[in-house]
């Protein structure tokens, strides 16, 4: 059974799992359905369409699910989709998703800070980190274990790859590629996220090729098919590398200068 406060406003057409607590003052609309063992604290708005894993912790005045800020959009039925595990913190504010994609997804074990922004049709992997008041634009997509520091804007469409880890205050306007620490004005490549991959226990001999493919792609005057090219030529067929090769051979915006 789930326990609701008496201030609390449950829509019949909710459908909460076994051992959810909704806190005072808060709301959840028709068609939202939360996961087991979900606890909403107060204050806090779950619109039509969201859809929240087991064990989401929710703080006070956190809005969830309300239609994307596109001028684009007429009121089409879309979702926004969260998964196990995942802490939203307090008035951070996720949108759902628009005829593009018909979804916003944030994946399992995330964490949002207080203020932080998720437009429409953004896709947020697992055990993703997005600091203080981080916004980002539709269309974002932020893969496995990234890090994003406080007051940083996302810009839409950017891709970010895993593992990488974002200096706080960035304007992010490029593609930031796996495994690498981002920083500066413009933002830039600061080496390989060697404690972050060393803490995730990658060994030494990864992280040695991992840099050795930066060489390639941000201190050298290769172009970035020619980069791709001596990556594959030249270092270990590791799967870190094909998947640094992958985002290469996918950016759309161009990657953040070196």
Do not use: W
């Not at 947020?124 to 981080?134: F, S």
């Not at 996302?154 to 992010?172: D, E, L, M, R, W």
């Amino acid at each position: 059974m789930a326990t609701i406060h008496p201030t609390a406003i449950v829509h019949p057409g909710a459908e909460l799992g076994a051992d959810v607590e909704v806190g005072p003052f808060s709301i959840i609309q028709d068609d939202a359905i939360i996961g087991d063992g979900c606890k909403i604290q107060s204050h806090v708005f779950i619109d039509s369409g969201v859809r929240l894993g087991k064990n989401v912790r929710v703080s006070p005045g956190a809005v969830l699910g309300t239609a994307p800020q596109d001028l684009k959009y007429k009121d089409e039925k879309t979702y926004l989709e969260i998964g196990d595990g995942t802490t939203i913190r307090e008035y951070a504010t996720l949108n759902r998703g628009t005829v593009h994609s018909y979804k916003t997804v944030v994946g399992k074990n995330c964490l949002l800070m207080s203020y932080s922004h998720v437009a429409h049709d953004c896709v947020i992997g697992n055990n993703v980190i997005i600091a203080n008041a981080v916004n980002m634009a539709g269309h974002v997509t932020i893969e496995d274990y990234v890090g994003v520091g406080g007051l940083s804007a996302i810009h839409q469409f950017v891709h970010i790859g895993q593992h990488a880890f974002i200096g706080g205050i960035s304007k992010i306007s490029k593609d930031v590629p796996p495994f690498i620490l981002a920083m500066g004005e413009p933002l830039q490549y600061g080496g390989v996220n060697h404690v972050g991959l060393s803490r995730k226990g990658f060994g030494a001999d990864v992280l040695l090729e991992i840099k050795r493919a930066y060489r390639f792609i941000y201190r050298s005057n290769l172009t970035r098919k020619e980069a791709v090219e001596k990556i594959r030529q030249e270092l270990k067929p590791l799967p870190e590398l094909e998947a640094i090769i992958g985002f290469l051979e996918k950016s759309e915006r161009g990657l953040i200068k070196g």
